[in-house]
């Protein structure tokens, strides 16, 4: 049973900086790409970034580039996105996901996602 479970949402200044971390139980994660996706209101949810099994390959959707960094650590079973220089526009909801296959690099689609968690909530305020 995958289950996966975001952390460290919360509110924060334009500017200002927070470090989401996403759980992961169930086997095999070292084997599988992870990804944040993001739903603000009224929109659909949308790619945010990715991380390899490996942490060799990696990818950002434009808009964070520069201010967002995504890392793993296998040990801990556990998937971080840090997040700096925030923005009004990144409020939202943020998801951990974890691809529906084994290894593989980026993977920028809903579709290749099998297991996602609850969400946790980033309010940036201006």
């Known amino acids: 049973q995958v289950q996966l479970v975001e952390s460290g949402g919360g509110l924060a200044q334009a500017g200002g900086s927070l470090r989401l971390s996403c759980a992961a139980s169930?086997?095999?994660?070292?084997?599988?790409?992870m990804g944040w996706f993001r739903q603000a209101p009224g929109k659909e949810r949308e790619f945010v970034a990715c991380?390899?099994?490996?942490?060799?390959?990696?990818g950002y959707t434009d808009s964070v580039k520069g201010r967002f960094t995504i890392s793993r650590d296998n040990a801990k079973n556990t998937v971080y996105l840090q997040m700096n220089s925030l923005k009004p526009e990144d409020t939202a909801i943020y998801f951990c996901a974890r691809a529906r296959n084994l290894y593989g690099g980026t993977k920028v689609q809903e579709q290749e996602y099998a297991y996602w968690g609850q969400g946790t909530q980033v309010t940036v305020s201006s």
């Open positions: 991380i390899s099994w490996s942490g060799d390959s990696i």
């Open positions: 169930g086997r095999a994660f070292f084997t599988t790409t």
